[in-house]
């Protein structure tokens, strides 16, 4: 028995541009057949006992992806519920707002006492529900560099920062991150000051190359983004502070931005979460570097992602992922590249490409079904009207 998706428009995750008039097949958990909704009526291909769901010009995507998130990132806990039991209740209750605004794929960039290991592992076992988790562990960090109070391994040298690589990928890491500048919620360093050597980045590529896993790296300012790039980082994060050289070099090397400009974009929900006067006049003053950084990767054509990590699932009543897309597409971005961005550019990169991340034959049935056509309006994301994952309906407004 299958449900077809009939008479709707199709984003495929591929193509430039929308297909019109189009019915979908779900077999399982998998995309079977995608034909003109006009050959059902010629071919012999519905069975006599499939499911027919008219969607009446409503658009089929794929799932979301947010490429970097955190299940544990509370600006509070560090004063009030910082304890295991609290953490894991919180991130889980974080992943499953994630999935029911129709982000359907997380990849987690570090988070603090195993949750994202568990939360990973219960969700694809079907014992809890969330999306998918593609998990980073414990971020690698240098002696007192970003993230060393929460959810960092302190390491000097390439030596220690091989060992620390070894460790997660020991735990089952999917993939790695590292700390290679400041940011906005350390105290002590600018949110673009440089905290790695190359010969610790370069320690940290090679270990996880060896193992087949991609390298994340925080990069806040210009220098950190080169360093990156000449050793091996396969995504650079933030990129508060970059010019038009490295924006080249980035193009010119494949390596992708995930640039979460929702961060600088959402200082009022800072300030709502608590985040200390340190934090606040960084995200004031990295808002218009950051902004400007981005229109430089887009002229430069270098790949991006979205990504959020926002330290909660929704900013102004809006999952973050929705509203960086948004973003993207008010600062000059191809709604299309937007999507691509949510879809299957962060698949490829978490070595997904073959499985989820497109709406092709034989790919997980990730979906998302919202009313209008998001090339047109992205606001269309912020309410879908049916979300499934893994050929299950997580929610639907449809029948």
């Known amino acids: 028995m299958s449900t077809w998706l009939t008479n709707c428009r199709l984003i495929d995750g591929i193509a430039n541009r929308p297909a019109v008039d189009m019915a979908i097949e779900i077999c399982g958990s998998k995309i079977g057949r995608i034909l003109q909704s006009s ?32 299940l544990t990132f509370f600006i509070h806990t560090r004063q009030d519920f910082a304890h295991v039991p609290d953490l894991a209740i919180r991130g889980a209750q974080r992943a499953q707002d994630f999935l029911e ?25 079907g014992e809890f529900l969330g999306p998918r988790l593609v998990i980073a562990g414990e971020s690698i960090t240098t002696t007192g560099g970003h993230a060393y109070d929460s959810s960092g391994i302190e390491c000097d040298g390439p030596y220690e920062v091989r060992r620390a690589v070894r460790q997660q990928l020991k735990r089952g890491a999917d993939f790695i991150k590292i700390m290679m500048t400041g940011g906005i919620m350390g105290e002590h360093e600018g949110f673009g000051s440089t905290q790695m050597t190359p010969d610790e980045v370069l320690a940290a590529t090679e270990v996880a190359h060896f193992a087949g896993k991609h390298v994340a790296a925080h990069t806040g300012g210009v220098h950190g983004v080169e360093m990156a790039i000449l050793n091996g980082v396969d995504t ?3 990129c508060y502070a970059l ?16 640039p979460t400009l929702v961060v600088t974009d959402s200082i009022s929900l800072y300030r709502e979460q608590g985040a200390p006067e340190f934090a606040l006049r960084k995200l004031e003053m990295a808002r218009e570097y950051h902004r400007r950084s981005f229109r430089h990767v887009l002229n430069t054509g270098a790949k991006f992602a979205v990504g ?28 299309m590249t937007v999507i ?53 309906w997580i929610k639907n407004l449809i029948e």
């Open 39 to 70: 050959a059902l009526e010629t071919e012999d291909v519905i069975g006599a006992d499939d499911q027919i769901i008219d969607l009446k010009g409503k658009t089929v995507m794929p799932g979301l992806w947010d490429s970097h998130m955190h």
């Open 101 to 125: 605004s129709g982000v359907t794929s997380c990849r987690v960039m570090g988070d603090e006492s195993g949750v994202d290991f568990a939360l990973r592992d219960m969700i694809s076992r």
């Open 236 to 238: 650079v994060e933030h």
């Open 243 to 258: 010019d038009e050289r490295v924006a080249k070099m980035l193009a010119e090397s494949g390596v992708v931005c995930v």
């Open 308 to 335: 959020s990590d926002l330290p909660a699932a929704k900013v102004n009543g809006v999952v973050p992922t929705v509203r960086e897309m948004e973003i993207m597409v008010e600062l000059g971005a191809h709604p």
């Open 340 to 392: 691509k961005g949510a879809t299957s550019c962060p698949a490829d990169i978490c070595g997904l490409g073959e499985v989820v991340g497109t709406l092709t034959e034989g790919k997980i049935a990730d979906l998302l079904i919202v009313e209008g056509c998001p090339c047109q309006d992205m606001k269309f994301l912020e309410n879908p009207v049916a979300i499934m994952k893994d050929g299950q």
